[in-house]
């Protein structure tokens, strides 16, 4: 009997062993998105617990050694991710260097406080500034970039004022910290988000732009009362050199992840880290939870609900209208 070629064909692909569908890359690209950046957002929470162990050292030593050693970790990673050229035309462009020097003064300022205030044990402090930050750089883009809130955000905003104004009120004093925290970051994001340089270039010059200053504070400290990497234990030696890849890695988590998953997704994760700190700082290191914590708590995060659930539903609208979009464009 002839057997033709399409039967010969169709034999020999059913005797196959059968093989699992392969993951659509879309899908395993989101996978990969959410897992980065939800590691990013679990290491910037961890962190707490990571500069705890450094409290016995001033935090202008450590924020030295931290730019000291970003600096040294980011400069062969820039070479190995081929963004050599990138970062080479930052240097030559005076507007996007003007820029990079100024961020790097703003998020320098953070991560002094944001030590300072675990050095002081005020990280509950800290993790309101980090609940608040999402609702500031709504407001941000409102000011300066005229995008307009819906009804759903202002009441997320108002919640959120209310909730500083009953601190404010209770304490007698603006919760500087958190205030301080969230508009820093937002500035920052803000200033990174209109300036067309990548994560990693930006970041070393960021760091360029600090190392002058942080290896004369360093120099400056070991002539006169002596560094605690000089005259340190191993343990310590260890920890200052770690302060490098504690700075880098949960940035290039975050910027790989927040390629590949939707917005809404981002927003919801982007509360891992002061849900870790809170946790850390209550219920690891015994920080006081008032009564005025409780009710400042309440009031953002009802407003952060109210918030996330409207840009998930924005975001749910829009991904639906595209859809019809390309359905009508193929019909």
Not at 101 to 106: E, K, P
Not at 209 to 227: D, H, I, M, N, R
Not at 245 to 257: D, E, K, Q, R
Request: overall charge positive.
């Amino acid at each position: 009997m002839r057997v033709t070629a399409r039967e010969n064909k169709m034999t020999n692909t059913a005797n196959e062993p059968a093989t699992p569908p392969a993951i659509p890359a879309p899908s395993r690209e989101a996978m990969l998105g959410t897992i980065s950046a939800g590691l990013g957002y679990t290491l910037w929470g961890v962190s707490v617990i990571y500069y705890k162990q450094l409290i016995e050292i001033s935090p202008f030593e450590v924020l030295a050694h931290r730019s000291v050693w970003t600096v040294l970790l980011l400069v062969p990673a820039v070479w190995a991710l081929h963004r050599f050229g990138l970062f080479r035309a930052a240097l030559k462009n005076k507007r996007i260097l003007g820029t990079l020097a100024l961020t790097a003064l703003i998020i320098g300022s953070n991560w002094f406080v944001f030590i300072y205030s675990i050095n002081e044990s005020r990280v509950v402090e800290t993790s309101l500034g980090y609940y608040i930050n999402p609702l500031v750089s709504v407001l941000m883009g409102v000011f300066f970039l005229s995008e307009k809130l819906s009804k759903a955000q202002i009441v997320a905003v108002v919640l959120a004022a209310a909730g500083v104004a009953n601190m404010t009120w209770a304490l007698g004093e603006l919760p500087w910290i958190s205030l301080f925290l969230a508009f820093s970051f937002a500035g920052y994001g803000y200033l990174r988000k209109i300036t067309p340089v990548g994560a990693v270039e930006g970041l070393l010059v960021e760091m360029l732009v600090l190392l002058p200053v942080s290896l004369g504070y360093l120099l400056w400290l070991e002539g006169t009362a002596g560094t605690s990497f000089v005259g340190g234990d191993a343990w310590t030696i260890f920890l200052l050199m770690m302060t490098g890849p504690m700075t880098a890695v949960p940035l290039l988590l975050f910027t790989y992840g927040a390629q590949r998953i939707r917005l809404a997704t981002l927003g919801l994760m982007q509360y891992f880290a002061p849900t870790l700190q809170f946790f850390f700082a209550v219920w690891l290191y015994g920080e006081t939870l008032t009564d005025t914590h409780i009710v400042t708590f309440a009031l953002i995060w009802a407003g952060l609900a109210i918030f996330s659930g409207d840009t998930w539903w924005r975001e749910r609208e829009l991904r639906k209208l595209a859809r019809l979009s390309a359905a009508a464009e193929r019909g």
